[in-house]
C-alpha cells in the first residue's frame, strides 16, 4: 500500500487543532472552525463567504477520547479508500462527506459540535456498500469492524451513552453513512471510479 498522505494530512491537522485548543485561548481556536455561531439566522457566516465552515468543525476535538477514537478509525479507513482512488479523491470525498454531515448536525441541534465522527461513518458507508455490491472494488470489511460500527451507531442513538455525560453527534454520524452508500453506488455507476486493479 502507498503512504497514504492524504489520510496523514488529515490525521495530522486534528491533532494540531487539538493541540492548539489546549495550548492556545480555546475560544479563539474554536470559534472560526464552528459551523456558524448562530442558530438564527441560519449559517450567517457561510452566506457571508466562509464556505470553509462547512468543513473545519470535523477538525474540532473535544476530549482525547473523541480524538483517539475518531482518528484512529480516519486512519484505518482512509487510507483504504486513498488506496483505491488516490490521495485527491480521499480529500474530496473527506470534504463532501464533511459538509454532508456537518450541515446535518447543524440542522438537527445547532452549531455548538465537531469531530469527525460523520467523516468517519461516510467512509464506513462507502467501504461497505463497495464491498457488498462491488466484488472489482477488492476490499471487503471484515465481519466484526462492521458489526462494530453499526453497534456503536446503535448505541449512540440509543441515548445510553447520555448517562455518562457524552453528547453524540447522531445526525452527523448518519448523514456520514448515508453519504458515505451514496458516493458508493455513484462510484460503481462511473467506471473511473470502481478503484485501481490490484
Do not use: D
Request: with cysteine; hydrophobic share 55%.
Amino acid at each position: 500500500m502507498p503512504r497514504p498522505r492524504a489520510t496523514l494530512a488529515l490525521v495530522g491537522a486534528s491533532l494540531l487543532v487539538f493541540a492548539a485548543m489546549h495550548l492556545l485561548a480555546r475560544e479563539a481556536v474554536v470559534r472560526p472552525l464552528l459551523i456558524s455561531e448562530y442558530t438564527s439566522p441560519i449559517l450567517p457566516e457561510i452566506r457571508g463567504g466562509e464556505w470553509w465552515r462547512l468543513l473545519t468543525p470535523v477538525f474540532l476535538h473535544f476530549s482525547l477520547f473523541h480524538l483517539v477514537f475518531n482518528l484512529l478509525w480516519v486512519w484505518e479507513l482512509g487510507r483504504l479508500i486513498e488506496a483505491r482512488h488516490g490521495a485527491f479523491a480521499l480529500l474530496a470525498v473527506t470534504a463532501a462527506l464533511g459538509a454532508s454531515s456537518n450541515l446535518a448536525q447543524y440542522f438537527a441541534s445547532g452549531p455548538g459540535f465537531g469531530g469527525m465522527s460523520g467523516v468517519l461513518y461516510g467512509y464506513f458507508g462507502y467501504l461497505w456498500v463497495q464491498g457488498r455490491f462491488n466484488p472489482a472494488f477488492g476490499i471487503r470489511l471484515a465481519p466484526p469492524v462492521v458489526a462494530l460500527l453499526f453497534g456503536w451507531f446503535a448505541l449512540c442513538w440509543s441515548g445510553v451513552l447520555k448517562l455518562f455525560g457524552l453528547h453524540i453527534a447522531n445526525s452527523a454520524h448518519t448523514g456520514g453513512l448515508l453519504g458515505g452508500a451514496a458516493l458508493a453506488f455513484l462510484a460503481m455507476a462511473a467506471p473511473r471510479m470502481r478503484g485501481r486493479p490490484t
